[in-house]
């Protein structure tokens, strides 16, 4: 049974800062990429942040040089450290794993923004 498992989302004022967890279950996780997504009431999910099995990250352009997305495979754990948060951060963030066309979602985080 594969359980992607979310957690550190809150309530926060903007400029400040957050860390999501992930912690996957019922995977090979160091076989699979990693990722954030986000969705907003009203819209679409959309990409935030990936790193692949071997550590490389990309960034949607929107979270650029204020995300950063980690993955440590011997605690199976994926982190996304998110700093000076912005209004048009807040939105439920999903994380995901992917390897060969599968993907695998969590439940969700929400993050509120508020100033």
């Known amino acids: 049974q594969v359980q992607l498992v979310e957690s550190g989302g809150g309530l926060v004022q903007a400029g400040g800062s957050l860390r999501l967890s992930c912690a996957p279950s019922?995977?090979?996780?160091?076989?699979?990429?990693m990722g954030w997504y986000r969705q907003a009431p009203g819209h679409q999910r959309v990409y935030v942040a990936a790193i692949s099995e071997r550590g490389h990250t990309d960034y949607a352009e929107a979270v650029k040089g204020r995300f950063t997305i980690s993955r440590d495979n011997a605690k199976k754990t994926v982190l996304q450290q998110m700093n000076t948060l912005q209004q048009e951060d807040t939105a439920t963030y999903f994380c995901?794993?992917?390897?060969?066309?599968?993907?695998?979602w969590g439940q969700g985080t929400q993050v509120t923004v508020s100033s």
């Open positions: 019922g995977i090979s996780f160091s076989a699979y990429k």
């Open positions: 995901n794993a992917h390897y060969n066309g599968t993907n695998y």
